[in-house]
């Protein structure tokens, strides 16, 4: 079992930053990778941002490629995206997910990211 806290949403202006923090806990040594994924109102959920438990590793939806950078703490189980220059298009639920060795994905419930113009 792989428990996923999300945090760092919120409203902020157009060509501004926010970062989201993911803390993990429970069985973390076994998980593969860890991601970010987004569903927007009325969307299907899409990934954002994905990297390697070991951090070796990163990829990037191509909406967000430049703009927003995913990273890992592995002292403090957490995974952050940090998003810069935000357009009101990236509105939307922001979810952590960590896929586990087992084959099964684990999520949090998302934190929400509003951008105003």
């Known amino acids: 079992q792989v428990q996923l806290v999300e945090s760092g949403g919120g409203l902020v202006q157009v060509g501004g930053s926010l970062r989201l923090s993911c803390a993990a806990s429970?069985?973390?040594?076994?998980?593969?990778?860890m991601a970010w994924y987004r569903q927007a109102p009325g969307k299907q959920r899409e990934l954002v941002a994905v990297?390697?438990?070991?951090?070796?590793?990163?990829n990037y939806a191509d909406s967000v490629k430049g703009r927003f950078t995913i990273s890992g703490d592995n002292a403090k189980n957490t995974v952050y995206l940090q998003m810069n220059s935000l357009k009101p298009e990236d509105t939307a639920v922001y979810f952590c997910?960590?896929?586990?060795?087992?084959?099964?994905?684990?999520w949090g419930k998302g934190t929400l990211v509003t951008v105003s113009s």
């Open positions: 429970g069985s973390i040594f076994s998980i593969n990778t």
């Open positions: 990297i390697t438990s070991s951090g070796d590793n990163t």
């Open positions: 997910s960590a896929q586990h060795r087992s084959g099964i994905t684990y």
